[in-house]
């Protein structure tokens, strides 16, 4: 059995990511790769927060589910058409890239295959869609990558 897995060909596990990726900067998202989804999995899950974020900081950047799991490769200023982005905590739907105030920050991304879609609307916000994977998550897999300003 295969482990699942995520990365991206734009920075290593822990390490800077690009700073185009930045909210100030070009505000999008790194590549992402994916492998070893679960024959099981019906859907899959991809949060990105601020690791290093105090409860008064913005922490949600991304936000999408009921992505295919055949999906291998999410390319650099993705705006996908088969699943479902919701609101980051700058108050848009999409994501909304790193813009720590106070120095370098680690962001995760996480990704979750699931064994349900969870058919939320973009309106739901990140309690609302990790209620709705709980108890179907069936493998996961994280990225972290630092970003300064």
């Known amino acids: 059995m295969t482990e699942l897995t995520l990365s991206s060909p734009a920075f290593d ?3 800077p990511m690009p700073d185009r990726c930045g909210y100030t900067a070009a505000n999008v998202n ?13 859907s899959m899950l991809l949060l990105m927060d601020d690791a290093d974020a105090d409860a008064s900081e913005r922490r949600d950047h991304w936000l999408v ?3 295919p799991p055949d999906r291998k490769e999410i390319p ?13 905590d700058y108050g848009e739907v999409g994501y909304g890239g790193p813009n720590p105030a106070d120095g370098e920050h680690t962001y995760r991304f996480r990704l979750y295959a699931l064994d349900a879609e969870l058919g939320l609307s973009a309106s739901a916000d990140r309690a609302a869609v990790t209620d709705a994977a709980t108890g ?3 493998a996961k897999a994280t990225l972290e990558g630092t970003y300064a300003p």
């Open 76 to 88: 650099e200023g993705w705006s996908p058409a088969t699943a479902t982005e919701g609101q980051n």
């Open 65 to 67: 589910w009921d992505l």
């Open 30 to 42: 790194p590549p992402l790769s994916v492998s070893g989804v679960p024959a099981e999995a019906v």
């Open 13 to 15: 596990d822990g390490e």
């Open 136 to 138: 179907h998550i069936v």
